[in-house]
């Protein structure tokens, strides 16, 4: 099983910036896919950003310019950096791995436990 302990949350102002990072440990065969994923009040989970381990990243078009996904596959971990944040970036944010457990299992997700990012004044 892959567990994710994410860290850095917390309040900023607008236009300021936060660095979320996530670490994954325990027992696992690969993790292929890690990304950051925010739900607001009242919204559904959505995705921010995710980075494969080949290199591919995806971003959401509201964060594109402004966020910047990192990773290092050696260490599986990853962070986000969150520059010129704005009041609709409040979420609480959840880091994501896709991956396998053993050599033989199906790939699945796992999800940390989420930190809350609060912009405001």
């Known amino acids: 099983q892959v567990q994710l302990v994410e860290s850095g949350g917390g309040l900023v102002q607008p236009g300021g910036s936060l660095r979320l990072s996530c670490a994954a440990s325990?027992?696992?065969?690969?993790?292929?896919?890690m990304g950051w994923y925010r739900q607001a009040p009242g919204k559904q989970r959505e995705l921010v950003a995710r980075l494969a381990s080949g290199g591919t990243t995806v971003y959401a078009d509201s964060v594109k310019g402004r966020f910047t996904i990192s990773r290092d596959n050696a260490k599986h971990t990853v962070a986000l950096q969150m520059n010129s944040l704005k009041p609709e970036d409040t979420a609480v944010y959840y880091c994501?791995?896709?991956?396998?457990?053993?050599?033989?299992?199906?790939?699945?997700?796992?999800w940390g436990q989420g930190t809350q990012v609060t912009v405001s004044q």
């Open positions: 325990g027992s696992f065969f690969s993790i292929n896919v």
């Open positions: 994501n791995a896709f991956g396998y457990s053993s050599r033989w299992s199906q790939p699945q997700d796992y």
